[in-house]
């Protein structure tokens, strides 16, 4: 188990090196040039020679490899650089920002859990029934709403109207939170219904259900010991990928509610051309993506008997 | 085991009443679509005509919708934005559709080094969240919308793929792919005239489901300033513009987001009876690309 956790880590390096490699690659094709927009961002004018200077002394003069290479010895000191617009070294601002993308996304990922394993199972056991078409109908609105248009008349009716939660920020507390994990909740809980449901209607077909049904066992012992912990492998999959992607902080909702995640970060650097920043989050994505992966791996290992015993070709 | 299972649930008799469902959200997406291509026509008044003596008005019976804050017809920029927002994400669908099934084919029919290296190219970019890729793409593109569709291409192409590939070799050494090569079909007469027909349900049914999907993130883009470039009437860029102005005057956004929220609607329920129609046992498994 610890050999197999280890072999994982050790493969992350040249995943991380050649999305490295990519990203700095990308950033360098773009037409425009660090140095020119730093001077639009800060506002002064500078010479040719300037300019000129200020590229040498960035190391954008050389070639591409030769900045990834200095790069990278710097990164095994632990040093990221400095922010081309803000001058701030990397790994300080956006540790600075971390804490509200993470505590974005597990207030969404709660909320998503709480409602969609719910709702997915009601109208999973009254198939095609009421409660069935209320879920599917509400979870259809779902997936249809742009979340910036849901954020919106979050904000709208929430903020404006009944003014119960602020508009923006992380300022007021707790309270300033619970409209941007909604925004996010509401498009992955309209997702997850479906599949929670599909999970379990697919679950309740086997034939295990049946002989525990002959057995004369609960239908709702059935229900959550046996279908439940059987569906949970389809579900925590999904939620692993789900987190991954928040993680990776989302562009549009952290912009909206000024919610200062590495999203937004993310997205500042592009649009600004902050290298040092954008390699930064590559890494940062890198990482999630490796050891995400290896959570789900982990948890279906551990739900999934057939896995963990190694019969996986046994029925 | 399936012949079994159906028999022990009881379900509804499929196919009843999917044709006149189809029916109904082919000729409202129909509509949609013909609203896009005849925009400018139907238009009750100028889209980009500004006034700033009438800025900001409340829906009134000259201006159905009210007028955004350069004193612009609303109406009159969400018809032209169906125009920007609907043919982008139908070029968009195209280019994905046309460029991920090549892909899939090839990898699948072919095999070998070629399909093992796309295959580690498209994990790569199932794994990553797309919208950053895809936010990164598009300021490096630099091509407004154009630049936007291009970079979510970039990014989709490969959940097609991969079906595509499945499918392929799924059937690639069914007994009658035998016959029509032991027939002496070339490779390109197998392809288009047994493959390709075969596998076409999948891909349609993704292609229509994510019709939708593709107008909200063509959307997004634009939101974040990164696809359709103001003056121009596009649905996300609107929506953008219009953000200050939420609590003066909220048809500047509930207008277009609405917009954008029907025409979804609309296209997500013609892909589900789609795919009910070709797909009558869901085949959720390849729907999923991990």
Known sequence: MKKYVFARLIQMIPILLGITLLSFILTNLSAA???????????????????????????????????????????????????????????????????????????????????????????????????????????????????????????????????????????????????????????????????VRAAVLEELDQEYVQGARARGIREKRILFFSVLKASMLTIMNLLALSAGSLLGGTAIVESIFMWDGVGKMAVDAITMRDYPVIQAYVIWMAVIYVVINLAADLICHYLDPRIRLGQEGAQ | MREKKTIVRKQKAPGKGIKLKLILWGSLALLILLTAAFAPYITPHDPYEQDLGRALWAPCREYLLGTDRYGRDMLSRVIMGARTSVFSAVLLVLITTVTGSVAGTVCGYHGGKLDTFLMRVSDVFL?????????????????????????????????????????????KNAPYMEAARLAGSGTVKIIFRHMLPNIAGPVVTTAVLDMGTMMMEIAGLSFLGLGAAPPAAEWGSMMSNGRSMLQTSPWVILAPGCAIFLTVMIFNLLGDTVRDLLDPRQRKKEELPL
């Open chain 1, 33 to 195: 040039d660090a140095v020119d927009i730093m001077e639009s961002n800060q506002g002064i004018a500078m010479s040719a020679e300037e300019k000129n200077e200020l590229r040498q002394e960035l190391g954008l003069d050389r070639p591409v490899i030769q900045q990834y290479a200095a790069w990278l010895g710097n990164l095994l000191k632990g040093d990221m650089g400095e922010s081309f617009v803000s001058g701030q070294p990397v790994l300080a601002s956006f540790l600075s920002r971390l804490p509200a993308t993470l505590s974005l996304t597990v207030a969404s990922l709660l909320l998503t859990v709480g409602i969609s394993i719910p709702l997915g199972i009601l109208a999973a056991v009254r198939q095609n029934r009421f409660p069935d078409y209320l879920i599917r109908f509400f979870s259809f609105i779902g997936n249809s709403l742009p979340n910036f248009f849901a954020a919106l008349l979050l904000i709208y009716f929430f903020s404006l109207k009944l003014k119960i939660f602020p508009v923006m920020g992380s300022a007021g507390g707790w309270k300033s939170i619970v409209l941007p994990a909604v925004t996010l909740a509401l498009a992955m809980a309209s997702k997850y219904v479906r599949q």
């Open chain 2, 127 to 171: 794994a990553f969240p797309g919208m950053v890729f895809a936010i990164a793409a598009a300021s490096v593109l630099k091509g407004g919308l154009f630049g936007a569709v291009a970079a979510l291409a970039l990014i989709s192409w490969p959940k097609y793929a991969r079906i595509v590939r499945s499918q392929v070799m799924a059937i």
